[in-house]
Each structure stands twice: as structure tokens, then as C-alpha cells.
């Protein structure tokens, strides 16, 4: 490690005074200009991590869902994961290190991780269209070479087409072709496939309006649509040729706000779906013949595949076993459809994309979605394996095609992490399949009301919480509290958790009406303000749902 080379290179990409930042689920995020220096030292990271891992590593330009002014970066573990979380220390330490000390701090990671600093390194760098992301991307190519790292720059890709590149080269090309066009071919086959068997007449071609929230979704769609033209039109909007990035579009932006994003004419029963800045979420909407707006989240989502996939798997007769993952925030109607309706295994953890994903691969077959509709399916290699064998093996013809479908199934999902261009495919195949209008799959069951809020508090580790956040252990009385409340409203549930980056409590609360959900999120907050040290004004009960939007917790 030529670290005199480093030092040298590393003035070029000077960290700004006083500035620290922490690695989390979405890795780096903060304004732009303020992370070049993070860009060049994630650049000296990946080098270290490839080395450790003999495996290619990726790292990814974006800010997804935050304004066009933000970017971030995250790096992509071997099999298209998450960063291992001993190395988000590690990325932590390494972007907050003073100028002097970053010699140090790059030779105690080595050390700290056993680093044989003699093996070969190669790193993947995608970006999204962010006017900043291309000059930030040639900073951490900056750190890659300055380390003696080897690196592909495939330039613009969305956030999930990286994940799928790392996938592919660390596994000799058996999980796909490591190339944009490989991706396209890979999942447009697998759609194709799966369609033919909708029953579908020539005329009936079905139709998708499409936000892009101004972002590289819209870049890549319209590259990759002719590929899976016979059996979807998709019609973009929000394309990113006018307009800013996220900028009143996008899935953030509907869910939050509850109605269609500005760019897109909605005629009453059309399906719509919004993807986020970097295409990892979507959600789908419409109106209604009286123009009413109805939003299709990630509960939703999961609800129609995992209801789905149940048929086949029952059809071929294996065991394979299949749970449904969600978080506190899962809609309680959804819980309750799942468990009791479908007979599907539900299973409850943390708040963030790595528990979800994490829980998922316990399971035969993982499903998980969060609200805000970023999530995937995850198949274990061994249910992958059987299903692949039972479709070639199989002699019945109606178990063979179950078999088949369930492959088709597999090559679909991008099994690294959520794809909004993946679950799309996957959600317009199952309504064909099944003949379902996006008003019917909005009627699999009706949401209960439901509302959040946030308090300010001195310290937000006053509150401690456990069983998947449901309940909190401190401060004293607290739990006690939110259960005397709970008794007052009918179908009703509720729970507070502290953030993960600011001295806030976020609360949740939902009932059988909205206006019993209003008010026992209201209660709730002002236990926790009186119990937990509120500092500011005290909760006020609600006069407008308007004045709740910006308390809405956009996870990542």
C-alpha cells in the first residue's frame, strides 16, 4: 500500500472542516459538495474490501429518494448485499478522518480485517443522473487506482443494476450476463415467459403509466422496453427531459402526499406506478370512477405475490417454505389478510431494508416489502435448485407448468435487492396471469386508517424498544401508557420508536376510523413528550390531515 501516494492524492480530495457523516442502510447522503473527499476514500474502501472478499466489489453514486442537491454513495457487497455492518465502521471511520490521520486509519482497517494487501482488487462504479454524480464517480475511481485497484465504470445504471452487475461477475456469469444488455435479456425473457400463459386476446394489450421521478429509472425503461413490448406498453412520465429529479413525482413524493405526482394525467381506473430517483421502489395508484385517489403500497405488494406464489407451490406438492417479512409499519389489515385469509406466515423485524432482507433468507422463499415499496423475493439456492429440477422432471403436465412458472418467477426477481423495474415486471405478469384489474387487487383487503407522527426530545435515547420495535421497554411507564390508550379505540394498535439520526420519537398509531387513528396518535405523542423529555411545543390534536405530511418518515 503506497501510502506517500495516498497522502498526495488525498490533498486533491480535502475533507472539509468539522464535517462527519455516518454510514447507515443507505450508505453516505448529504449535499453534494460536501462529499468529495467521502467519494475518493469509499474509491480506497472498496480496493481494501475487494482484496479482503477476492471478489469484485461495487460502489454506487446516488442519493436515491433525497432532492437533485444531495448525492451519497454505498458500497455493494459480493453477492449484491449490503455492506457487511463491521465494515460500515469501518467506511464511518475512514470518511471522518482527519487529513494526517487517514494513512493510519486506511492501515488499521487492513489490519483490523486480516487485508492481504497482495491480492488482486476490482471494483464496479455506477451512478444515477444527479448533476453532480458523474465528478464525484471520478473521485472514487481516484481511490481505486491510487490503491492499485482494477475498476469497470459502467456509468449510468440504477441502483439495483449494480447490485445485479456484483451479483453476476462474483458468481462466472451463472446468475446472468454482467452487462446492461444481459440484464434487460435476462428479465424480459423471464416476463415473456410467464405472460404467455395470461389469457389475452391480440387487442387486450395491457398498459402501464409509468413515473420515473425525473430520474435514470426513465433512462433505463426506455432502453429496456422494446425487449418486453408484446405483453406491456409502458407509457413514462416524469422522464427526466423537464422537471427535477424527485422534485413533486416519484414514490416518496405519492406516498407522502397521498395523491398522483405533477407530470402524469390519470383517467379514472388506469394503472400508474411511481419508481424513487435511483428505481429500488415503487408503488402503484389510481382513481376512481368518482376521482378519488387510491394508493397500492408495498403491503399491497407483497399481499399479491405472495398470494401468488402460494398456488404454484401447492400445485407441485414440495415443502418448500414460504414467510412474508414486514416491519411495525405493515398496514395491520395486511398482517391480518396474510395470516388469516392466505394462511402465509408473517414474521415482524426492525425498521431497515437489511433486517427485512436478512429475515427473508431464512425462508425457503423470503417475501418482503416495506410500506414505501421497496422490497424483493429472495429464493434459498436449495428451493431455487428443486424448482428447476421439478420443472424438468415433472411428468404431470399442470404440476410441470406450476414448476415452470415458479422458474420463470426466479429469473424475474433481482434477488440482490428491491428493483422497481424487476417488481414491476413481476406485478404486471401475476395481474395478467390472473386477470386482476388494479382496482380488484386494491380490494384484497381494506387498509385500516392509520397515522404518524414525531416528537421532539432531548435525547432520543431515552426510548428503548424491543419485540421488532412493538413495544417500548424505556423510559419507565411508557408502554404502560400507550397500552391504556390502545383499549380505548376499536382494531386499534400503536407504538413509538426513536429515530436513527435525530433527537426525535416517531409514533405510529392506527384504528378503525381515521379520526380515532388522529387521535390516538395524538395521545400517544403527548405520552411520549411528557414521559420521554419533549423539548418545543407540545403535540397539538390535528385541525387538517395537510398539517401531518412533513411528519411522514420516508425510510431507507
Request: some cysteine.
Amino acid at each position: 500500500m503506497d501510502l506517500d501516494a495516498v497522502t498526495k492524492q488525498s490533498v486533491l480530495h480535502a475533507k472539509p472542516d468539522g464535517l462527519t457523516l455516518q454510514y447507515g442502510t443507505a450508505g453516505f447522503r448529504t449535499k453534494a459538495e460536501h462529499l468529495d473527499h467521502v467519494m475518493f476514500r469509499m474509491g480506497l474502501l472498496a480496493v481494501l474490501r475487494s482484496k479482503q472478499t477476492k471478489s469484485t466489489i461495487g460502489v454506487m453514486v446516488t442519493a436515491s429518494h433525497n432532492p437533485e442537491e444531495d448525492n451519497g454513495v454505498k458500497l455493494v457487497d459480493p453477492l449484491g448485499e449490503m455492506l457487511a455492518p463491521s465494515w460500515e465502521e469501518h467506511a464511518t471511520c475512514l470518511a471522518n478522518a482527519e487529513e494526517q490521520d487517514l494513512p493510519r486509519v486506511l492501515v488499521d482497517i487492513g489490519e483490523k480485517a486480516a487485508v492481504n494487501l497482495h491480492q488482486d482488487a476490482f471494483v464496479v462504479i455506477g451512478r444515477d443522473t444527479r448533476p453532480s454524480s458523474e465528478k464525484l464517480s471520478q473521485s472514487v475511481i481516484d481511490g481505486v487506482t491510487v490503491l492499485g485497484g482494477q475498476f469497470h465504470d459502467y456509468g449510468l445504471l440504477t441502483t439495483p443494476q449494480l447490485h445485479y452487475m456484483v451479483y453476476c461477475r462474483n458468481t462466472s456469469g451463472q446468475y446472468g450476463k454482467a452487462t446492461i444488455e444481459g440484464y434487460y435479456q435476462k428479465l424480459s425473457a423471464a416476463f415473456v415467459e410467464l405472460t404467455k400463459q395470461a389469457s389475452c386476446s391480440g387487442d387486450d394489450q395491457r398498459t402501464l403509466k409509468v413515473d420515473c421521478a425525473n430520474g435514470i429509472g426513465a433512462l433505463k425503461l426506455r432502453e429496456m422496453k422494446h425487449y418486453f413490448s408484446q405483453g406491456l406498453s409502458v407509457q413514462l412520465f416524469n422522464d427526466g427531459t423537464k422537471g427535477k429529479l424527485n422534485h413533486l413525482c416519484g414514490a416518496d413524493f405519492v406516498k407522502s402526499h397521498q395523491k398522483p405526482p405533477q407530470g402524469i394525467e390519470m383517467k379514472s381506473n388506469e394503472r400508474c406506478c411511481s419508481f424513487d430517483g435511483d428505481a429500488d421502489r415503487i408503488i402503484y395508484y389510481y382513481h376512481d370512477a368518482d376521482g378519488q385517489f387510491h394508493l397500492v403500497d408495498g403491503d399491497k405488494i407483497a399481499a399479491l405475490i405472495s398470494s401468488f406464489l402460494k398456488e404454484p407451490l401447492l400445485e407441485i406438492g414440495d415443502s418448500l417454505s414460504l414467510g412474508v417479512v414486514q416491519t411495525a409499519y405493515a398496514n395491520g389489515s395486511s398482517t391480518r389478510y396474510l395470516e388469516e385469509v392466505m394462511k402465509v406466515p408473517v414474521y415482524c423485524t426492525k425498521t431497515g431494508v437489511k433486517h427485512l432482507h436478512h429475515k427473508a433468507q431464512e425462508f425457503d422463499i423470503g417475501v418482503y416489502f416495506e410500506a414505501n415499496g421497496h422490497g424483493t423475493v429472495l429464493f434459498s439456492k436449495a428451493a431455487e435448485m428443486k424448482i428447476k429440477q421439478l420443472a424438468k422432471e415433472l411428468e404431470e403436465d399442470k404440476k410441470r407448468k406450476a414448476a415452470k412458472m415458479l422458474e420463470n418467477v426466479i429469473d424475474l426477481f433481482n434477488q440482490a435487492t428491491g428493483d422497481a423495474i424487476s417488481d414491476m415486471l413481476v406485478i404486471e405478469a401475476i395481474l395478467a396471469l390472473k386477470g386482476l384489474t388494479v382496482q380488484q387487487w386494491d380490494a384484497l383487503y381494506t387498509d385500516l386508517p392509520n397515522r404518524q407522527l414525531k416528537v421532539k426530545v432531548a435525547d432520543r435515547q431515552v426510548i428503548s424498544t424491543t419485540d421488532a420495535e412493538r413495544q417500548a421497554v424505556k423510559p419507565p411507564g411508557l408502554q404502560e401508557a400507550i397500552n391504556e390508550l390502545v383499549k380505548k379505540y376499536r382494531l386499534s394498535r400503536a407504538f413509538v420508536r426513536p429515530s436513527g439520526t435525530e433527537d426525535i420519537v416517531r409514533v405510529y398509531a392506527e384504528a378503525d376510523s381515521q379520526e380515532n387513528a388522529d387521535s390516538l396518535a395524538y395521545e400517544v405523542s403527548l405520552a411520549v413528550f411528557q414521559l420521554a423529555g419533549g423539548i418545543g411545543e407540545r403535540p397539538q390534536p390535528a385541525e387538517s390531515p395537510e398539517q401531518f405530511l412533513d411528519d411522514l418518515p420516508l425510510f431507507s
